[in-house]
Protein backbone atom coordinates (compact mmCIF):
# COMPACT_ATOMS: atom_id res chain seq x y z
CA UNK A 1 0.00 0.00 0.00
CA UNK A 2 1.23 3.45 -0.70
CA UNK A 3 0.70 4.48 2.79
CA UNK A 4 2.06 4.02 6.40
CA UNK A 5 -0.57 3.27 9.99
CA UNK A 6 1.36 5.35 12.36
CA UNK A 7 0.72 3.46 16.08
CA UNK A 8 0.38 5.07 19.03
CA UNK A 9 3.68 5.40 21.89
CA UNK A 10 3.18 4.92 24.94
CA UNK A 11 5.27 5.68 27.92
CA UNK A 12 7.33 2.91 29.33
CA UNK A 13 5.16 2.94 32.90
CA UNK A 14 2.49 0.86 33.81
CA UNK A 15 -0.12 1.50 36.74
CA UNK A 16 -2.76 -1.30 38.38
CA UNK A 17 -5.98 -0.28 38.67
CA UNK A 18 -6.45 -1.46 41.74
CA UNK A 19 -3.68 0.80 42.97
CA UNK A 20 -6.73 3.33 42.78
CA UNK A 21 -8.89 1.38 44.83
CA UNK A 22 -10.21 -1.74 45.87
CA UNK A 23 -12.95 -3.06 43.01
CA UNK A 24 -15.64 -4.75 44.33
CA UNK A 25 -19.24 -5.99 43.09
CA UNK A 26 -20.63 -2.54 43.01
CA UNK A 27 -20.59 -1.55 39.62
CA UNK A 28 -20.59 2.34 40.61
CA UNK A 29 -17.38 1.59 42.49
CA UNK A 30 -15.90 0.01 39.74
CA UNK A 31 -16.53 2.63 37.30
CA UNK A 32 -15.30 5.42 39.56
CA UNK A 33 -12.10 3.32 40.04
CA UNK A 34 -11.27 2.92 36.60
CA UNK A 35 -12.53 6.21 35.35
CA UNK A 36 -10.27 7.33 38.15
CA UNK A 37 -6.91 5.37 37.05
CA UNK A 38 -7.78 6.69 33.21
CA UNK A 39 -8.27 10.21 34.12
CA UNK A 40 -4.66 10.22 36.64
CA UNK A 41 -2.65 7.99 33.94
CA UNK A 42 -3.31 10.29 31.05
CA UNK A 43 -3.21 13.66 33.64
CA UNK A 44 0.28 12.56 34.95
CA UNK A 45 1.57 11.83 30.98
CA UNK A 46 0.14 8.39 30.15
CA UNK A 47 1.24 4.47 30.37
CA UNK A 48 -0.24 1.37 30.15
CA UNK A 49 -3.00 0.76 32.67
CA UNK A 50 -3.69 -3.01 33.58
CA UNK A 51 -6.75 -4.67 34.71
CA UNK A 52 -6.30 -7.48 36.90
CA UNK A 53 -7.65 -11.30 35.68
CA UNK A 54 -10.69 -11.12 37.64
CA UNK A 55 -14.20 -10.48 36.56
CA UNK A 56 -15.32 -6.71 36.91
CA UNK A 57 -19.12 -5.50 36.39
CA UNK A 58 -18.72 -1.70 35.36
CA UNK A 59 -20.46 1.05 34.17
CA UNK A 60 -19.41 2.96 30.92
CA UNK A 61 -16.22 4.20 30.75
CA UNK A 62 -14.39 7.36 28.57
CA UNK A 63 -10.81 7.01 26.81
CA UNK A 64 -8.65 9.18 27.70
CA UNK A 65 -4.86 10.19 25.37
CA UNK A 66 -1.81 8.41 26.04
CA UNK A 67 -3.51 5.72 28.26
CA UNK A 68 -3.41 1.75 26.85
CA UNK A 69 -5.64 -0.62 28.32
CA UNK A 70 -3.96 -3.80 29.57
CA UNK A 71 -6.59 -6.42 29.74
CA UNK A 72 -4.79 -9.76 30.94
CA UNK A 73 -5.83 -13.16 30.21
CA UNK A 74 -8.97 -13.94 32.41
CA UNK A 75 -10.02 -10.69 32.62
CA UNK A 76 -13.53 -10.33 31.86
CA UNK A 77 -14.88 -6.66 31.84
CA UNK A 78 -18.47 -6.32 31.99
CA UNK A 79 -21.12 -3.54 31.01
CA UNK A 80 -24.24 -4.66 32.64
CA UNK A 81 -27.59 -2.76 31.22
CA UNK A 82 -28.22 -0.04 33.89
CA UNK A 83 -30.31 2.75 33.20
CA UNK A 84 -28.35 4.79 35.69
CA UNK A 85 -25.14 4.74 33.30
CA UNK A 86 -26.59 5.27 29.86
CA UNK A 87 -28.20 8.70 29.01
CA UNK A 88 -29.40 9.49 25.30
CA UNK A 89 -28.01 11.98 23.38
CA UNK A 90 -27.65 12.91 19.42
CA UNK A 91 -24.94 10.60 18.31
CA UNK A 92 -24.11 9.43 14.97
CA UNK A 93 -25.71 5.85 14.21
CA UNK A 94 -25.92 4.35 10.34
CA UNK A 95 -24.31 7.28 9.38
CA UNK A 96 -27.10 9.69 10.27
CA UNK A 97 -27.66 12.00 13.68
CA UNK A 98 -29.74 10.24 15.93
CA UNK A 99 -30.73 9.59 19.54
CA UNK A 100 -28.69 6.60 20.98
CA UNK A 101 -27.04 6.28 24.53
CA UNK A 102 -23.35 6.67 25.08
CA UNK A 103 -21.14 3.46 24.75
CA UNK A 104 -19.38 0.77 27.11
CA UNK A 105 -16.85 2.61 25.85
CA UNK A 106 -16.06 5.55 23.75
CA UNK A 107 -13.41 8.39 23.02
CA UNK A 108 -13.90 11.58 21.62
CA UNK A 109 -10.71 13.94 20.38
CA UNK A 110 -7.85 11.73 21.61
CA UNK A 111 -4.64 10.36 20.61
CA UNK A 112 -2.46 7.90 21.03
CA UNK A 113 -4.76 5.47 22.88
CA UNK A 114 -5.19 2.12 22.86
CA UNK A 115 -6.60 -1.47 24.61
CA UNK A 116 -4.81 -4.58 24.19
CA UNK A 117 -4.19 -8.06 26.24
CA UNK A 118 -6.19 -11.43 26.00
CA UNK A 119 -8.79 -10.40 28.25
CA UNK A 120 -12.86 -10.07 27.17
CA UNK A 121 -15.07 -7.27 26.87
CA UNK A 122 -18.34 -8.23 26.97
CA UNK A 123 -21.35 -5.36 26.49
CA UNK A 124 -24.17 -7.25 27.67
CA UNK A 125 -25.89 -6.95 24.29
CA UNK A 126 -28.44 -9.92 24.85
CA UNK A 127 -30.22 -7.01 27.52
CA UNK A 128 -30.03 -4.85 24.95
CA UNK A 129 -30.96 -6.19 21.65
CA UNK A 130 -34.82 -7.37 19.78
CA UNK A 131 -34.77 -10.53 18.52
CA UNK A 132 -36.44 -12.06 15.16
CA UNK A 133 -38.17 -14.82 16.11
CA UNK A 134 -37.04 -16.85 12.77
CA UNK A 135 -33.27 -16.56 13.86
CA UNK A 136 -33.64 -18.87 16.72
CA UNK A 137 -35.42 -22.16 17.85
CA UNK A 138 -38.63 -21.95 19.11
CA UNK A 139 -37.50 -22.88 22.34
CA UNK A 140 -35.02 -20.41 22.45
CA UNK A 141 -37.64 -18.16 21.88
CA UNK A 142 -39.83 -19.26 24.11
CA UNK A 143 -37.17 -18.58 26.86
CA UNK A 144 -36.67 -15.18 25.68
CA UNK A 145 -40.71 -14.52 26.28
CA UNK A 146 -40.19 -16.04 30.23
CA UNK A 147 -37.59 -13.17 30.76
CA UNK A 148 -39.87 -10.62 28.58
CA UNK A 149 -43.40 -10.92 27.62
CA UNK A 150 -43.38 -7.99 25.14
CA UNK A 151 -43.05 -8.16 21.29
CA UNK A 152 -44.26 -6.86 17.79
CA UNK A 153 -46.15 -8.50 15.85
CA UNK A 154 -44.69 -7.55 11.49
CA UNK A 155 -44.95 -8.52 8.53
CA UNK A 156 -42.15 -10.88 9.08
CA UNK A 157 -41.98 -12.14 12.11
CA UNK A 158 -42.30 -11.85 15.77
CA UNK A 159 -39.70 -9.37 16.98
CA UNK A 160 -39.33 -9.87 20.79
CA UNK A 161 -38.02 -6.70 23.03
CA UNK A 162 -35.72 -7.56 25.73
CA UNK A 163 -37.85 -4.97 28.24
CA UNK A 164 -41.08 -2.88 28.50
CA UNK A 165 -38.76 0.44 27.82
CA UNK A 166 -37.48 -1.06 24.58
CA UNK A 167 -40.60 -2.04 23.39
CA UNK A 168 -42.52 1.19 24.12
CA UNK A 169 -39.40 2.86 22.54
CA UNK A 170 -39.91 1.08 19.90
CA UNK A 171 -43.80 1.96 19.17
CA UNK A 172 -43.18 6.03 20.15
CA UNK A 173 -39.89 6.48 18.06
CA UNK A 174 -42.18 8.40 15.61
CA UNK A 175 -43.51 10.81 18.18
CA UNK A 176 -40.46 11.16 20.77
CA UNK A 177 -39.33 15.01 19.70
CA UNK A 178 -37.04 15.54 23.05
CA UNK A 179 -34.00 13.81 24.77
CA UNK A 180 -36.29 13.95 27.75
CA UNK A 181 -38.65 12.02 25.96
CA UNK A 182 -36.35 9.31 24.78
CA UNK A 183 -34.18 8.75 27.71
CA UNK A 184 -37.85 7.28 28.74
CA UNK A 185 -37.39 4.53 26.58
CA UNK A 186 -33.31 4.16 27.11
CA UNK A 187 -32.48 1.22 26.02
CA UNK A 188 -34.58 0.50 22.74
CA UNK A 189 -32.11 3.88 21.39
CA UNK A 190 -28.87 0.63 21.58
CA UNK A 191 -25.16 1.81 22.06
CA UNK A 192 -22.14 0.30 19.58
CA UNK A 193 -19.72 -1.31 22.09
CA UNK A 194 -16.78 0.55 21.80
CA UNK A 195 -17.59 4.10 20.35
CA UNK A 196 -14.11 6.09 18.55
CA UNK A 197 -14.66 9.34 17.41
CA UNK A 198 -12.81 12.09 15.82
CA UNK A 199 -8.90 10.19 17.58
CA UNK A 200 -5.65 9.93 15.95
CA UNK A 201 -3.25 6.87 16.51
CA UNK A 202 -5.29 3.78 17.94
CA UNK A 203 -4.49 0.49 18.60
CA UNK A 204 -6.85 -2.30 19.09
CA UNK A 205 -5.34 -5.85 19.56
CA UNK A 206 -5.28 -9.09 20.79
CA UNK A 207 -8.94 -8.78 23.17
CA UNK A 208 -12.29 -10.44 22.44
CA UNK A 209 -14.56 -7.72 21.81
CA UNK A 210 -18.39 -9.62 22.35
CA UNK A 211 -22.06 -9.45 23.17
CA UNK A 212 -22.53 -5.92 21.68
CA UNK A 213 -25.43 -3.76 21.80
CA UNK A 214 -25.20 -2.89 18.36
CA UNK A 215 -22.31 -2.53 16.66
CA UNK A 216 -19.08 -4.28 18.12
CA UNK A 217 -16.71 -1.38 17.15
CA UNK A 218 -17.54 1.82 15.45
CA UNK A 219 -14.19 3.95 14.33
CA UNK A 220 -15.65 7.47 13.25
CA UNK A 221 -13.50 10.40 11.87
CA UNK A 222 -10.26 8.59 13.03
CA UNK A 223 -6.70 8.57 11.72
CA UNK A 224 -4.11 5.75 12.14
CA UNK A 225 -6.08 2.67 13.42
CA UNK A 226 -4.70 -0.25 13.85
CA UNK A 227 -6.96 -3.48 14.79
CA UNK A 228 -4.80 -6.89 15.06
CA UNK A 229 -5.48 -9.76 16.53
CA UNK A 230 -8.88 -8.90 17.64
CA UNK A 231 -11.89 -11.68 18.48
CA UNK A 232 -14.90 -9.99 17.89
CA UNK A 233 -17.93 -12.59 18.90
CA UNK A 234 -21.86 -11.65 19.12
CA UNK A 235 -24.46 -14.38 18.30
CA UNK A 236 -25.66 -15.32 14.93
CA UNK A 237 -28.91 -13.83 15.58
CA UNK A 238 -27.74 -10.57 17.54
CA UNK A 239 -29.40 -7.44 15.40
CA UNK A 240 -27.14 -5.08 14.41
CA UNK A 241 -24.37 -7.37 15.76
CA UNK A 242 -21.63 -5.68 13.51
CA UNK A 243 -17.55 -6.88 14.07
CA UNK A 244 -16.50 -3.76 13.25
CA UNK A 245 -17.31 -0.65 11.36
CA UNK A 246 -15.10 1.56 9.99
CA UNK A 247 -16.80 4.99 8.91
CA UNK A 248 -14.76 8.01 7.61
CA UNK A 249 -11.48 6.77 8.77
CA UNK A 250 -8.24 6.92 7.32
CA UNK A 251 -5.07 5.19 7.16
CA UNK A 252 -6.65 1.55 8.45
CA UNK A 253 -4.97 -1.23 9.23
CA UNK A 254 -6.86 -4.53 10.34
CA UNK A 255 -5.01 -7.96 10.63
CA UNK A 256 -4.71 -11.12 11.90
CA UNK A 257 -8.43 -10.60 13.36
CA UNK A 258 -11.55 -13.27 13.32
CA UNK A 259 -14.74 -12.27 13.46
CA UNK A 260 -17.66 -14.54 13.80
CA UNK A 261 -21.13 -12.09 14.30
CA UNK A 262 -24.78 -11.38 13.43
CA UNK A 263 -24.33 -9.05 10.82
CA UNK A 264 -21.43 -7.62 8.52
CA UNK A 265 -18.13 -8.96 9.85
CA UNK A 266 -15.64 -6.59 8.47
CA UNK A 267 -17.47 -3.11 7.11
CA UNK A 268 -16.50 -0.14 5.29
CA UNK A 269 -18.38 2.65 5.67
CA UNK A 270 -18.32 6.73 5.08
CA UNK A 271 -21.87 7.82 6.26
CA UNK A 272 -25.19 8.26 4.45
CA UNK A 273 -27.40 10.17 2.15
CA UNK A 274 -27.01 14.03 1.67
CA UNK A 275 -26.12 15.82 5.15
CA UNK A 276 -23.23 12.91 5.37
CA UNK A 277 -21.74 15.02 2.33
CA UNK A 278 -22.01 18.01 3.72
CA UNK A 279 -18.53 16.37 5.63
CA UNK A 280 -15.92 15.71 2.90
CA UNK A 281 -14.63 12.82 4.90
CA UNK A 282 -13.96 9.30 2.51
CA UNK A 283 -12.59 6.23 4.01
CA UNK A 284 -9.48 6.19 2.57
CA UNK A 285 -6.26 4.29 2.71
CA UNK A 286 -7.39 0.79 4.49
CA UNK A 287 -5.38 -2.35 4.29
CA UNK A 288 -7.07 -5.72 5.68
CA UNK A 289 -5.56 -8.56 5.60
CA UNK A 290 -4.56 -12.18 7.23
CA UNK A 291 -8.57 -12.11 8.90
CA UNK A 292 -10.95 -15.17 9.25
CA UNK A 293 -14.48 -14.52 8.91
CA UNK A 294 -16.97 -16.81 10.25
CA UNK A 295 -20.77 -16.34 10.38
CA UNK A 296 -21.96 -13.00 9.19
CA UNK A 297 -23.97 -11.02 6.95
CA UNK A 298 -20.99 -10.74 4.88
CA UNK A 299 -17.08 -11.15 4.62
CA UNK A 300 -16.05 -8.19 3.67
CA UNK A 301 -19.01 -5.15 3.14
CA UNK A 302 -18.32 -1.79 1.73
CA UNK A 303 -21.92 0.33 3.04
CA UNK A 304 -24.51 0.80 2.24
CA UNK A 305 -24.03 3.79 4.18
CA UNK A 306 -21.02 5.14 1.93
CA UNK A 307 -21.85 8.98 0.70
CA UNK A 308 -18.68 10.38 1.40
CA UNK A 309 -17.20 7.87 -0.51
CA UNK A 310 -14.84 4.77 0.16
CA UNK A 311 -11.20 4.78 -1.34
CA UNK A 312 -7.92 3.16 -2.20
CA UNK A 313 -8.63 0.23 -0.05
CA UNK A 314 -7.05 -3.42 -0.26
CA UNK A 315 -8.32 -6.51 1.15
CA UNK A 316 -5.96 -9.27 1.01
CA UNK A 317 -5.58 -13.19 2.33
CA UNK A 318 -8.94 -13.22 4.02
CA UNK A 319 -10.99 -16.66 4.52
CA UNK A 320 -14.32 -16.29 4.73
CA UNK A 321 -16.72 -19.82 6.10
CA UNK A 322 -20.42 -19.91 5.98
CA UNK A 323 -21.15 -16.06 5.85
CA UNK A 324 -24.52 -15.18 3.99
CA UNK A 325 -22.57 -13.26 1.58
CA UNK A 326 -18.62 -13.22 0.58
CA UNK A 327 -18.04 -10.13 -1.25
CA UNK A 328 -20.50 -7.54 -0.45
CA UNK A 329 -20.81 -3.92 -2.11
CA UNK A 330 -24.17 -2.12 -1.22
CA UNK A 331 -25.57 1.14 -1.78
CA UNK A 332 -29.14 2.82 -2.88
CA UNK A 333 -30.00 6.03 -4.82
CA UNK A 334 -30.05 8.57 -2.29
CA UNK A 335 -26.46 7.76 -0.79
CA UNK A 336 -24.49 9.29 -3.27
CA UNK A 337 -20.46 8.98 -3.07
CA UNK A 338 -18.07 7.08 -5.14
CA UNK A 339 -16.39 4.03 -4.29
CA UNK A 340 -13.31 3.12 -6.26
CA UNK A 341 -9.86 2.20 -6.43
CA UNK A 342 -10.72 -1.01 -4.37
CA UNK A 343 -8.63 -4.32 -4.73
CA UNK A 344 -9.61 -7.45 -2.92
CA UNK A 345 -7.25 -10.41 -3.91
CA UNK A 346 -6.16 -13.93 -2.64
CA UNK A 347 -9.27 -14.13 -1.04
CA UNK A 348 -10.84 -18.26 -0.11
CA UNK A 349 -14.43 -18.75 0.30
CA UNK A 350 -16.51 -21.86 1.41
CA UNK A 351 -20.08 -22.78 2.18
CA UNK A 352 -21.44 -19.37 0.99
CA UNK A 353 -25.26 -19.22 2.04
CA UNK A 354 -26.03 -16.55 -0.68
CA UNK A 355 -23.79 -14.52 -3.45
CA UNK A 356 -20.25 -15.24 -3.64
CA UNK A 357 -19.89 -12.19 -5.05
CA UNK A 358 -22.26 -8.93 -5.01
CA UNK A 359 -22.97 -5.36 -6.19
CA UNK A 360 -26.21 -4.43 -4.63
CA UNK A 361 -27.98 -0.43 -5.72
CA UNK A 362 -31.10 -1.45 -4.79
CA UNK A 363 -29.92 -2.10 -0.92
CA UNK A 364 -32.64 -1.02 1.44
CA UNK A 365 -32.66 -0.87 5.26
CA UNK A 366 -34.98 -3.54 7.33
CA UNK A 367 -37.70 -1.05 8.70
CA UNK A 368 -40.87 -2.25 10.35
CA UNK A 369 -43.94 -1.38 9.91
CA UNK A 370 -44.94 1.56 12.14
CA UNK A 371 -40.97 3.12 10.99
CA UNK A 372 -40.22 6.07 8.93
CA UNK A 373 -38.53 4.95 5.41
CA UNK A 374 -35.07 6.97 5.09
CA UNK A 375 -35.61 5.96 1.49
CA UNK A 376 -34.76 8.92 -0.92
CA UNK A 377 -37.19 9.87 -3.46
CA UNK A 378 -36.33 12.91 -5.02
CA UNK A 379 -33.21 12.25 -6.81
CA UNK A 380 -30.43 14.91 -7.44
CA UNK A 381 -27.30 14.11 -9.16
CA UNK A 382 -25.44 14.17 -6.02
CA UNK A 383 -27.68 11.13 -4.63
CA UNK A 384 -26.37 8.44 -7.39
CA UNK A 385 -23.70 6.22 -5.72
CA UNK A 386 -21.19 4.88 -7.46
CA UNK A 387 -19.16 1.54 -7.47
CA UNK A 388 -16.34 1.53 -9.93
CA UNK A 389 -12.55 0.69 -10.54
CA UNK A 390 -12.95 -2.25 -8.44
CA UNK A 391 -10.35 -5.23 -8.93
CA UNK A 392 -10.97 -8.63 -7.06
CA UNK A 393 -8.22 -11.20 -8.01
CA UNK A 394 -7.62 -14.73 -6.91
CA UNK A 395 -11.10 -15.19 -5.74
CA UNK A 396 -11.94 -18.69 -5.01
CA UNK A 397 -14.94 -20.15 -3.80
CA UNK A 398 -15.96 -23.58 -3.38
CA UNK A 399 -19.27 -23.79 -2.50
CA UNK A 400 -22.02 -20.55 -2.71
CA UNK A 401 -25.64 -20.50 -3.43
CA UNK A 402 -24.89 -17.77 -6.58
CA UNK A 403 -21.52 -17.28 -7.82
CA UNK A 404 -22.08 -13.31 -8.86
CA UNK A 405 -24.72 -10.76 -8.64
CA UNK A 406 -24.45 -7.08 -10.14
CA UNK A 407 -27.52 -4.93 -10.13
CA UNK A 408 -27.37 -1.22 -10.45
CA UNK A 409 -29.27 1.97 -10.82
CA UNK A 410 -31.64 2.03 -14.14
CA UNK A 411 -29.16 3.76 -16.45
CA UNK A 412 -32.50 5.63 -18.12
CA UNK A 413 -33.38 6.92 -14.61
CA UNK A 414 -29.53 8.52 -14.28
CA UNK A 415 -28.51 8.98 -17.11
CA UNK A 416 -25.14 6.99 -16.19
CA UNK A 417 -24.19 3.38 -14.81
CA UNK A 418 -24.01 3.54 -11.22
CA UNK A 419 -21.81 0.15 -11.39
CA UNK A 420 -18.31 0.36 -13.96
CA UNK A 421 -15.46 -1.30 -14.45
CA UNK A 422 -15.25 -3.88 -12.08
CA UNK A 423 -12.72 -7.09 -13.08
CA UNK A 424 -12.68 -10.85 -11.56
CA UNK A 425 -9.09 -12.07 -12.49
CA UNK A 426 -7.77 -15.29 -12.18
CA UNK A 427 -10.43 -16.84 -9.61
CA UNK A 428 -12.62 -20.51 -9.17
CA UNK A 429 -16.44 -19.48 -8.09
CA UNK A 430 -18.19 -22.46 -7.23
CA UNK A 431 -22.10 -21.99 -7.03
CA UNK A 432 -25.59 -23.24 -7.42
CA UNK A 433 -26.77 -20.52 -9.57
CA UNK A 434 -25.38 -19.04 -12.39
CA UNK A 435 -24.05 -15.19 -12.36
CA UNK A 436 -26.44 -12.42 -13.36
CA UNK A 437 -25.73 -8.51 -14.33
CA UNK A 438 -27.90 -5.89 -15.07
CA UNK A 439 -27.66 -1.90 -15.48
CA UNK A 440 -23.79 -2.26 -15.28
CA UNK A 441 -21.17 -1.32 -17.65
CA UNK A 442 -17.35 -3.29 -17.71
CA UNK A 443 -18.41 -5.84 -15.72
CA UNK A 444 -14.72 -8.34 -17.24
CA UNK A 445 -14.36 -11.81 -16.04
CA UNK A 446 -10.24 -12.65 -16.97
CA UNK A 447 -8.93 -16.15 -16.75
CA UNK A 448 -11.56 -16.90 -14.33
CA UNK A 449 -13.92 -19.97 -14.25
CA UNK A 450 -17.34 -20.37 -12.94
CA UNK A 451 -18.46 -23.81 -11.81
CA UNK A 452 -22.07 -23.67 -11.91
CA UNK A 453 -23.77 -27.31 -10.62
CA UNK A 454 -20.92 -29.04 -11.89
CA UNK A 455 -20.35 -27.28 -15.54
CA UNK A 456 -17.41 -25.28 -15.62
CA UNK A 457 -17.02 -22.16 -17.90
CA UNK A 458 -14.51 -20.68 -18.30
CA UNK A 459 -14.11 -17.17 -19.47
CA UNK A 460 -10.36 -15.88 -20.64
CA UNK A 461 -11.42 -11.94 -21.35
CA UNK A 462 -15.20 -11.41 -21.15
CA UNK A 463 -17.53 -8.20 -20.72
CA UNK A 464 -21.06 -9.76 -19.01
CA UNK A 465 -22.38 -6.04 -19.63
CA UNK A 466 -22.58 -6.76 -23.16
CA UNK A 467 -26.15 -7.29 -23.95
CA UNK A 468 -27.47 -7.78 -20.43
CA UNK A 469 -28.06 -4.69 -20.29
CA UNK A 470 -30.95 -4.86 -22.41
CA UNK A 471 -32.66 -8.00 -20.65
Known amino acids: MNFTVELPKFKEKEYFVEDFGT ?57 PKEKRFYKVSIRDWEGMECYRTNSPIEAFNESNIGIVGDGTIDGCGDDWRPLKEWKVTSKFYEKCLKKSPYYIMDKETRIWYPSKTSYDGSLNQNNVKTLEQADEYFDFYRPVLISIVNCDKVLLKDFISSNSPAWNIHPLFTTNLT ?97 DIGIRFKSAIGRGGVVENITIQDINMIDIINEAIIYNMDY ?58 IRLVDSYINGENNYSVKWAKGIKLENTTLNVNGIETYFKNVDLTIDSNSK
Open 23 to 79: LTLDTLNNQKIIQKAIDEVSKNGGGTLTFPAKIIQTGPIVLKSDVCLNLVRNCYLKF
Open 227 to 323: VDGLKVKNDFHAQNGDGIDVESCTNVEIKNSTFEVGDDGICIKSGKNRKARQIKKPTSNVYIHDCLVYHAHGGIVIGSEMSRGVNNLLCENCTFVGT
Open 364 to 421: SLFKMAHEKTDDVKALDKEDIPYFKNILMKNINCSNSHTVLKVLGINPTEINDFSIQD
